[in-house]
């Protein structure tokens, strides 16, 4: 997902683009972190899905404007257990987005609550919206 684009047609794209990857490559649609993103006035604020994760197994890295969020999920049998279904993926998840030049990756906060992996990006302070004081002539405009 970029967080650089707005149009909403790139976006269905994408996320049916990703949905049809999982799809060929035999992956369950359970074994995605799904995420939101929310744009706030002052950050940008990414929540991820990430239920019976060990926090101390999530990672979140910044690297040249690509945000990547991993996680793993491990569950061990003892000799005697005999699993007769297994739907819930195991294994490692990694999610990334490709940051905006307007989003500050040096101030990026995570943590980590009921399931629930928050990290929020704040803006930066040239791309915050702000109004734009109009001067008013004393003559007449010219119009041609």
Do not use: C
């Amino acid at each position: 997902m970029l967080l650089t684009s707005i149009d909403p047609f790139v976006q269905e794209f994408e996320r049916q683009f990703d949905r049809l990857t999982r799809q060929s490559l035999g992956q369950s649609g359970g074994a995605v972190m799904p995420m939101d993103g929310i744009r706030r006035k002052d950050d940008v604020v990414l929540r991820f899905d990430v239920p019976g994760i060990d926090p101390d197994s999530i990672e979140v890295t910044v690297d040249r404007g690509v945000l990547t969020v991993s996680a793993r999920r491990e569950e061990e049998f003892a000799e005697d257990d005999r699993v007769f279904v297994r739907e819930r993926p195991m294994g490692t998840f990694t999610r990334r987005v490709y940051l905006s030049e307007h989003l500050d990756a040096e101030r990026i906060d995570a943590a980590y609550d009921n399931g629930v992996l928050a990290v929020r990006i704040p803006v930066l302070e040239q791309a915050k919206p702000r109004k734009i004081e109009v001067h008013k002539s004393e003559q007449k405009a010219i119009v041609r």
